[in-house]
T-cell receptor, first 116, second 112 residues
Framework: GAGVSQSPRYKVAKRGQDVALRCDPI?????LFWYQQALGQGPEFLTY????????KSGLPSDRFFAERPEGSVSTLKIQRTQQEDSAVYLC??????????????FGSGTRLTVV | QKEVEQNSGPLSVPEGAIASLNCTYS??????FFWYRQYSGKSPELIMS????GDKEDGRFTAQLNKASQYVSLLIRDSQPSDSATYLC????????????FGTGTRLKVLA
């Protein structure tokens, strides 16, 4: 597709529920990133994939967060046993090159997660 | 000290004026700098990147970088109401890395 696609656009989850957020990167893009943006804050790094390899997951806030990209294209961010502090917009971005953020990357439209 | 700092605003300017948005960063080894515009309820949109000291112009936007002072700015000339948004400064903290560190953003309001 022309851009990074994320689904769903909005998700309301009851506290304790598991959720899965999907990201379709631009075709052929090697690098894929997940960021979390809380209300009134800038995006914060969660994790980075180079093809199917998760090279950095240092930003994942707890072991309830898990991300995968099994075939090096579509990625899923899964949050288990959601809590209210998980409420945020989850942004996905991809870039053509591997291992560098030097060119600026393009975000998808995001998934707004609200935990009630 | 936060790694990337911005004044949260709001910064209000009249239509047609120059809007000046500022950002400071703490990692002296930072190599790449970006400005993103984010409309309410939308995702951030890349509008400018800058890598070397000095000015970089693109249409009504000018990015300025001063690595010695660890300072990045964005000037918007002939501001329009459609420029009203939150502007996020992002820093790529070291050469060869992929993470961006974002500031909290400055909210700009252009008054018609």
């Amino acid at each position: 597709g022309a851009g990074v696609s994320q689904s769903p656009r909005y998700k309301v989850a009851k506290r304790g529920q598991d959720v899965a957020l999907r990201c379709d990167p631009i075709s052929g893009h090697v690098s894929l990133f997940w960021y979390q943006q809380a209300l009134g804050q800038g995006p914060e790094f969660l994790t980075y994939f180079q093809n199917e390899a998760q090279l950095d997951k240092s930003g994942l806030p707890s072991d309830r967060f898990f991300a995968e990209r099994p075939e090096g294209s579509v990625s899923t961010l899964k949050i288990q046993r959601t809590q209210q502090e998980d409420s945020a917009v989850y942004l996905c971005a991809s870039s053509l090159e591997a291992g560098t953020g030097g060119c600026g990357y393009t975000f998808g439209s995001g998934t707004r997660l609200t935990v009630v | 000290q936060k790694e990337v700092e911005q004044n949260s605003g709001p910064l209000s300017v009249p239509e047609g004026a120059i809007a000046s948005l500022n950002c400071t960063y703490s990692d002296r080894g930072s190599q790449s700098f970006f400005w993103y515009r984010q409309y309410s309820g939308k995702s951030p949109e890349l509008i400018m990147s800058i890598y070397s000291n000095g000015d970089k112009e693109d249409g009504r936007f000018t990015a300025q970088l001063n690595k010695a002072s660890q300072y990045v700015s964005l000037l918007i000339r002939d501001s329009q109401p459609s420029d009203s948004a939150t502007y996020l400064c992002a820093v790529n903290p070291a050469s060869g890395t992929y993470k961006y560190i974002f500031g909290t953003g400055t909210r700009l309001k252009v008054l018609a």
